[in-house]
């Protein structure tokens, strides 16, 4: 089966021969007061329940290219695992849908295991942490310490709170 390759200004994002469908959408967000730009990957195989993967952080003037590669062609090494979830190890067979950024994937219960934590002062998932200095860095948009305060760490995988609101957005809308 053919395999579809997507890459955000270059830099590759999915690969995958499960991939059946990649939308690009542009909509309001009225609680934010703001326009998303998002890329969603409706993902599936073999009977499975479908899965979408979702792009939360595209920005005006990003540049998305979709590669179909054939069959054969070697499939480059190095990439972000996005097949599961960064933070929990949970393979896609076993979650719901699957948030996507440049270096990490969050699936949908640790987005609201994490949301717990941080508007309920719930308690932490086993194994992560709240960073407040260190080297980490958000998977999403790159930042460290201190220009954003409190990075979520589980599993060598980071998600500042911004990104956690951005991609709750999106699982909320996609849910609907
Ligand atoms: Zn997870
Ligand atoms: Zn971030």
Redesign the pocket.
């Known amino acids: 089966m053919a395999a579809f390759e997507i890459s955000v200004n270059g830099e590759r994002r999915f690969v995958g021969e499960y991939v059946k469908a990649i939308t690009l959408a542009a909509d309001w967000v009225a609680h934010r007061q703001g326009e998303r730009i998002s890329v969603h990957v409706g993902a599936g195989g073999h009977g499975e329940v479908e899965v979408q993967y979702l792009g939360a ?1 595209l920005r005006p003037g990003d540049e998305i290219s979709i590669r179909v590669l054939a069959e054969d062609e070697d499939r480059p090494e190095g990439l972000p695992e996005t097949e599961s979830c960064s933070f929990c190890r949970s393979d896609k067979r076993h979650i719901g849908s699957l948030v996507a ?1 440049s270096q990490v994937a969050i699936c949908d219960r640790c987005l609201v295991a994490f949301q717990a934590v941080v508007t309920r002062s719930a308690a932490l998932p086993i194994g992560a942490s709240i960073q407040e200095l260190g080297y980490a ?7 460290a310490p201190p220009e ?1 305060a409190g ?1 979520l760490v589980r599993n060598d995988a ?7 609101r ?1 991609c709750l957005d999106l699982y909320t809308t996609s849910d609907e």
């Open positions: 952080d950024g860095r958000c998977g999403f948009c790159q930042k954003v990075l980071a998600l500042c709170p911004e990104c956690l951005a």
